[in-house]
């Protein structure tokens, strides 16, 4: 089974529904379906993600500890592209339990490892950018356009991913009239995580969501990815207005 991050994934859905229940207030129902998620994860990739969830609700410090330092082990399990960006805020959220139960030396190793995996992404791609614009090889894709989210954002970076999915709900998304393209890109600069999705809903970057003030240079075309369907992308269309342009650009 791939690791990479899949929005449909059972797991990954029942998390995301927790956090709703957990924003309009309701915590135990959030916790039931957390609980729900690591009973039904049957990989390292499920339990990490489920395992964060519960450990993140959990009122006893000890118990929160028991849960992150579960979901770290099984990230470390994994040691890929798709969990590496978690482990600064795994090693960060076990630190501060460490801190709360008087242990300053294992909160300290742990404030330290988590130091330790900040920084530039290590992320080797292949890296792709869905958009509708008719481009061929060599061409560069430069930032200084307008935003898919915000028409009246104009963008000082330029966005990837490693996720062709990603990519194509990119495309879905994208202004113009042409068809829907994923182009597999390499970065000519530094390139660092998506700020409006680190951290925000999973911990780190586990889209694999990138942004770089320089240029993407557009070295092939990937065909193959999972389409919305038209009923999929008005409801994103409708997330997108209700959302105001936060979720990513």
Wanted: charge should be negative; glycine fraction near 8%; include cysteine.
């Amino acid at each position: 089974m791939s690791t990479k991050f899949d929005p449909n994934n059972n797991v990954i859905k029942l998390c995301v529904i927790g956090m709703s229940l957990e924003d309009s207030g309701n915590a135990e129902e959030a916790g039931t379906m957390f609980q729900k998620a690591w009973n039904e994860a049957t990989d390292d990739y499920e339990k990490f993600i489920a395992a964060y969830h519960l450990a993140r609700q959990e009122t006893n410090i000890t118990d929160k500890l028991k849960w992150m330092e579960t979901s770290l082990q099984c990230a470390l399990n994994i040691n890929d592209d798709n969990v590496k960006s978690a482990y600064s805020t795994l090693y960060v959220n076990i630190s501060k339990c460490y801190e709360e139960l008087g242990d300053s030396d294992h909160a300290k190793r742990n404030y330290e490892l988590s130091e330790s995996y900040k920084g530039a992404p290590t992320d080797k791609g292949p890296f792709y950018h869905g958009t509708k614009a008719d481009l061929k090889v060599g061409d560069l894709l430069t930032a200084g356009g307008i935003s898919n989210y915000k028409p009246e954002l104009q963008m000082n970076h330029i966005y990837f991913t490693a996720n062709t999915n990603g990519a194509g709900l990119a495309a879905a998304l994208a202004k113009g009239e042409g068809r829907e393209r994923v182009y597999i890109i390499e970065p000519t600069g530094e390139f660092e995580n998506d700020p409006n999705v680190t951290d925000k809903k999973f911990p780190g970057n586990l889209t694999r969501s990138y942004r770089s003030k320089e240029p993407l240079r557009i070295v092939g075309e990937e065909t193959e990815w999972a389409k919305l369907t038209t009923a999929q992308r008005s409801k994103w269309r409708e997330d997108l207005a209700k959302s105001k342009g936060e979720i990513i650009n």
